[in-house]
């Protein structure tokens, strides 16, 4: 039985007048060919939109590292280049793996000797040059405010000291005093040595 509720009467018509194999292949085989083709070009734009939008992530992906990678390194060549000798070796720098197989630097860090000098003056000038060093790059990280803010107080801590070393010794005590500090630029620090990192 043949139901003819979804033809238009011109197609019906054409059906009753065409033998029964020339019917049978124009209902069934041309529009199925048809959506086939439709089947395949359509899934082909579609991987090809795919690809197109994996791409474009990748491509975005790598050139957001390579510009982290890029400010890391300039942030601490700055770093090493203000500390000068206070830099404990060079820098080291934590990286990721980019979707090109790169490595890309995203973090880093300078060690740099905070230890007061062995005289005020020499904290003095110790700890200005620190300042420098931690300040140095255009977008100083938290740390290194923090270790500049270390630097600060150790400047104030010499300036006290020189100011009570050109106090006059008067009596004993002064002259204790006087001793004290004598020997204590005589011995060696035991805080020589110590260090801070500086990082991106």
Known sequence: MMSVSAASPSYFAALQRAPASDAASTTTAQPKAEADNANIASSKTDAKQTDSREAAAVAAEVAALASTDRKVRSHEAAHLAAAGGLAQGGASFSTVRGPDGQMYAVGGEVGIDVSPGRTPDETIAKAQQIQRAALAPADPSSQDYRVAAIA?????????????QNEPAIGADGASRQLQTAISQIEPNPASGEQVNIFA
């Open 152 to 164: 600060a107080q150790l400047i104030q801590q010499a300036q006290r000291e020189l100011a009570t």
